[in-house]
């Protein structure tokens, strides 16, 4: 089934969603002027980010248009994003998060009884957490149904995440006993977590630490105007080769602020690691977060300085190849790193061609962090947008 997915994520498959990409962007840039009306001349960077992430998951993975970047406040998109950002955050790793969360960091094997019990107690936290999750499934079960009873009229063909599991499903016995609805259901909304969350947050990272770097903006403005005419749009060739100080600036961002800070592996077989015998079944936590800030692989660690990833430079040629690993490492890396790559690139891109984002002085510097499975702004990222000069060739 792995392989079923990873086959989507490939260089060929990924060039023919960049149009698909670049609509979603277009139409979130093209609602920021509003958004900076509707918030006091602010735009709330993280939830626009959400949304725009969220609405390439549907149509790229489940060919559904969320139209979240296109919904205003109190519409049902708003609510759907509402509880998406709850279920996204509420997996904290400190003591406010849900009690079977706080016991799976240090008894995982009592994790899961004891969620199945507290998420039936009202009021826990637990619970909480399983009522938003019921109905964000249940958006995502009518994407399934609708997709299955769809599928081949007209003959439609597509090539996306749900038609490859569905496909796989039909395909196979075993797998037909395997990808029950209910299963189908679950790798769907796990897909669109993770699919969104991740890259929201290194999206709205990236900016805003460019935001606080003008040194760093002059840069990136000056390779995103040399690409060309502002309505061309890059081809998937063009993100991977054309766009240096881009990718510099991403890896730093995401060395900054590491979006998984600590990954979870258990040990298939008894393993020798740094002189300790782990016997099979043991669970590790890698700390990526805690790479990143190493001053031995890093210097100035503290410093936001996209330059440490130029390939000429010498702290790059002598860092360790595994010093920076934001989508993990090995056969379980994350399967989406291309996808997700393509989409902060392009969106980057496109927004930086239109917009200049400053940092707000309401909001407060630093930000604090929620550390959880996925690290989150608390408060989120509020920016102020300043649409680039009219004259700028179109």
Request: proline share 7%; with cysteine.
């Amino acid at each position: 089934m792995r392989n079923t997915i990873i086959s989507l994520y490939q260089p060929s498959h990924l060039a023919g969603l960049v149009p698909t990409m670049q609509h979603c962007i277009e139409r979130a840039a093209d609602a920021i002027p509003a958004m900076v009306v509707q918030e006091n001349g602010l735009v709330d960077f993280s939830d626009l980010s959400l949304k725009l992430a969220t609405d390439i998951i549907g149509e790229a993975a489940f060919g559904v248009d969320f139209g979240l970047t296109a919904s205003g406040p109190g519409c049902e998109a708003a609510e759907f994003i509402r509880e998406h950002v709850h279920s996204t955050t509420s997996l904290k790793m400190d003591l406010s998060a849900p009690l079977s969360v706080v016991l799976g960091l240090v008894a995982p094997a009592l994790q899961g009884p004891v969620r199945h019990l507290l998420s039936r107690v009202p009021g826990t936290a637990d619970w909480r957490v399983a009522r938003t999750n019921a109905r964000l499934r249940a958006r995502v079960d009518e994407i399934v149904v609708s997709r299955a009873r769809g599928r081949g009229q007209h003959g439609e063909r597509r090539k996306d995440f749900l038609s490859a599991v569905l496909d796989a499903r039909d395909r196979s016995a075993a797998l037909r006993e395997l990808l029950t609805p209910d299963h189908v259901s679950a790798l769907t909304y796990e897909h669109l977590l993770a699919g969104s969350a991740t890259t929201a947050f290194t999206l709205s990272s990236a900016v805003y630490l460019v935001a606080g770097h003008p040194e760093v903006e002059a840069k990136l403005l000056a390779e995103v105007d040399a690409f060309g005419p502002r309505g061309a749009v890059p081809t998937a060739d063009d993100l991977q080769h054309r766009f240096p100080y881009l990718d510099q600036v991403i890896k730093e961002a995401m060395r900054f602020y590491t979006v998984s800070p600590l990954i979870a592996r258990v040990t298939s077989r008894q393993t020798e690691l740094g002189g300790h015998t782990l016997p099979k079944g043991t669970w590790l936590w890698m700390a990526p977060g805690v790479l990143s800030r190493d001053a031995a692989n890093f210097e100035d660690p503290g410093a936001f300085r996209p330059e440490r990833f130029d390939p000429a430079s010498e702290e790059q040629r002598r860092r360790h190849p595994c010093a920076h690993i934001p989508f993990g490492i090995g056969p379980r890396a994350c399967v989406g790193q291309r996808f997700a790559l393509q989409e902060v690139k392009l969106s980057m891109l496109h927004l930086y061609r239109r917009f200049l984002f400053r940092r707000s002085p309401r909001m407060e510097s630093p930000p604090e962090l929620q550390f959880g499975i996925v690290l989150n702004f608390k408060k989120g990222v509020k920016l102020v947008a300043v649409e680039r000069c009219a004259a700028m060739p179109l």
